[in-house]
Every structure is written in C-alpha cells, then in structure tokens.
Nanobody
C-alpha cells in the first residue's frame, strides 16, 4: 500500500502565500511523477502543477509565475509554494503520485485533500 499525506492548507488573505507539502510512504520503488490538483465548489478537479522525477515541471496557465512545485526525491515529498494568492485559488488541493511499487505495479495514488481558502 501507498499513502500520500498532505499538509499546509489554511486561510490566507489575498496576495498572501502558502506552502503545501505531500509526503508519500509505503511500498515504493520510485515515483515517476508527483503533482497537485485542485477542486473548487461546483467545478471539476483540475491540474495545478506536476513535477517529474528528473525535475521538469508543468503548470496550469492560471498559476504560472505564482506557484512553484518542487520535490525531494530522498523524502518522497512534493511541495507547492503558492504566492500572490487570489480568491480564484480557493479550493481543496489534492496531491497525486504515480508510483511504482515493490510489487512492480504502476499506479496513481491520491492524498485526502487540504483546504486552501483565500479571503479577507
């Protein structure tokens, strides 16, 4: 089994910053990609950013220049630094990892989600 545990959400004022973390644990051989998705009320879940094991990353257009995704391969942890937050960033943020397990399976796992609320 593989678990993803997120932390770092909360309430922040417009223009502020937050840093999300997500740690993966379990029967892991490697994690080819780790990413962050978000889902706002009444909307579909959308990709925010993804980072691959080699370090390359992709971002949604709406967060480019404001959000930065990084990962610590030794700790199986991914981070999302979010700056210049606006109310449009309010959502539940979910961590996702594509994991190769010790059994040789290649599966996608999700964290439980963490709420980010941007409000004055």
């Amino acid at each position: 089994q593989v678990q993803l545990v997120e932390s770092g959400g909360g309430l922040v004022q417009p223009g502020g910053s937050l840093r999300l973390s997500c740690a993966a644990s379990g029967n892991i051989i490697s994690i080819p990609s780790m990413g962050w998705y978000r889902q706002a009320p009444g909307k579909e879940r959308e990709l925010v950013a993804v980072i691959f094991s080699g370090g390359s990353a992709k971002y949604a257009d709406s967060v480019k220049g404001r959000f930065t995704i990084t990962r610590d391969n030794a700790k199986n942890t991914v981070y999302l630094q979010m700056n210049i937050l606006t109310s449009e960033d309010t959502a539940v943020y979910y961590c996702n990892g594509v994991v190769v397990t010790k059994l040789g399976y290649h599966d996608s796992y999700w964290g439980q989600g963490t709420q980010v609320t941007v409000s004055s």
